[in-house]
């Protein structure tokens, strides 16, 4: 360890050096140790953990932290550099192997309307740069004016080198202004990744839950795919799908063409006389489902609102809260300059 360097020392015991100015989270996945964490930039909360010893320092601010736990000695592991003192944080790391983030090229191979506002893009990978990647797992693309953005692999790592988003429109968004009108096959795009934690559990032993709104079905259409590739004895014993849009022209892919799915409920939040599906909100359907909560463990992609209102009321209803993990699409406007 050199002298300006930190040891950061968690509840399990684990270790690892932090240099200041690297955010502790940074520095944990450097160490091959994972903590939970989802957007990378203080918004979703999903990093945090409380100091027991030592001091940290901000990187920026921490709005996902509220005032009683910012009191209590609660930080974001993603927002935090170390401060001069060893520190100890009540944070049990996840025991999960994932691959480790770095910089590629890619060039966009397809862009094709699957809907009246998502974009499917195909991103072709230079083969002698490959990237590892877990089904659950996005990747931040810098697009030609230096924006970055953050999109959900929808595709689980096949032999040919490509991924895939799923790319909703924004009205008056910066980078939904570039994929929906200047984007062509062949542009050239950096991607940071693999990012996010929020990836399959094992053992797969319980009923899996999978909840998405919008696009929020391109990491649950990865899940899917890497489930469908394992031996039957390694999936889980039943997967419950349910994907929410407002129009029935959202409906952009079918989960039930996989015949793992003993359950998928589309879920229609806007005006159409004709559904004869149900109406609302996901999370009301997951909760009103019987699906043996208790016992489940969910994964919930999509809007911040679902993903909030989803952990309270799935916990509520007796789901442990260890079990529940997410990403949420949240607006990328504050990490516009973030580093990649
Ligand atoms: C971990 C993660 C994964 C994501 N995965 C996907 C994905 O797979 N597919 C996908 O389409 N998007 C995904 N997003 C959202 C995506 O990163 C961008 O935020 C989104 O595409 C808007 O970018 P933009 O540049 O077009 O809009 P911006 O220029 O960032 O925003 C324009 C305006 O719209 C508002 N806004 C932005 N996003 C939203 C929103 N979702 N709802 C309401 N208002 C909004 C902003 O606050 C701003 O006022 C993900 C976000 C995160 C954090
Ligand atoms: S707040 Fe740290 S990962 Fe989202």
Known sequence: MSGAEQRVTLA?????????GQSILDAALQAGIVLEHSCRSGRCGSCEGQVLAGGTAPLGGEPALDAARHSAGWVLTCMRTVDGQPVRLAIEPVPLHLPPAKLVPSKIASLERVAPDVLRVRLRLPPQQPLHWRAGQY???????????????????????LIELHVRAVPGGSFSAYWFGQARPGDLLRLHGPLGSAVLREPQDRPLVLLATGTGIAPVKAMLEEIAARDERERPPTIHVFWGNRRRSDFYWDPAMLPLVQQFTPVLSGVDHGWTGRRGWVQHAAVESGVPLADAAVHACGSARMVDDARR???AAGLDPRRFHADAFLPSSSNHGKPS
Do not use: H, K, Q
């Open 12 to 20: 399990s015991g684990a270790a690892f050096d932090v240099v200041p």
């Open 313 to 315: 009321m799935l916990v």
């Open 139 to 161: 990747v931040d693309v810098a697009g030609p004016s230096g924006i970055r953005r953050s999109y959900s692999i929808a595709n689980r790592p096949r032999a040919e080198p």
